[in-house]
């Protein structure tokens, strides 16, 4: 069991940072595939990023190529999502997931390869 908790959200101006931060609790963090994915209101949850158990390999959605990065810390249980640039269309919940790592070292990218799920923390973009 995987208990997940995401914090850093707020209210940013286009052309603003922000750094979200999913703390995991239980055991074998770092035998998990992590991702973030966001919920814009009236949308499907959609891919933003995802990073391997052992932090080797990244893979983002194309509308965040090269404004957010991924990166965790198996010391402190902890995945983080460096947000930069952002734009109104980034207004959304952003949840961390973490999904059993795979026999090869493969990134996830759909919902259905994730186990567990934080509540998110809502990240509003004003123009």
């Known amino acids: 069991q995987v208990h997940l908790v995401e914090s850093g959200g707020g209210l940013v101006q286009a052309g603003g940072s922000l750094r979200l931060s999913c703390a995991a609790s239980?055991?074998?963090?770092?035998?998990?595939?992590m991702g973030w994915f966001r919920q814009a209101p009236g949308q499907e949850r959609e891919f933003v990023a995802a990073?391997?158990?052992?932090?080797?390999?990244?893979d983002y959605a194309d509308s965040v190529k090269g404004r957010f990065t991924i990166s965790r810390d198996n010391g402190k249980n902890t995945v983080y999502l460096q947000m930069g640039n952002l734009k109104p269309e980034d207004t959304a919940v952003y949840s961390c997931?973490?999904?059993?790592?795979?026999?090869?070292?493969?990134?996830?990218?759909?919902?259905?390869?994730?186990?567990?799920w934080g509540q998110g923390t809502q990240v509003t973009v004003s123009s």
């Open positions: 997931a973490a999904g059993w790592r795979p026999f090869y070292e493969n990134i996830y990218k759909n919902i259905g390869q994730y186990d567990y």
């Open positions: 239980g055991r074998a963090f770092n035998n998990y595939n």
């Open positions: 990073i391997t158990w052992s932090g080797r390999s990244t």
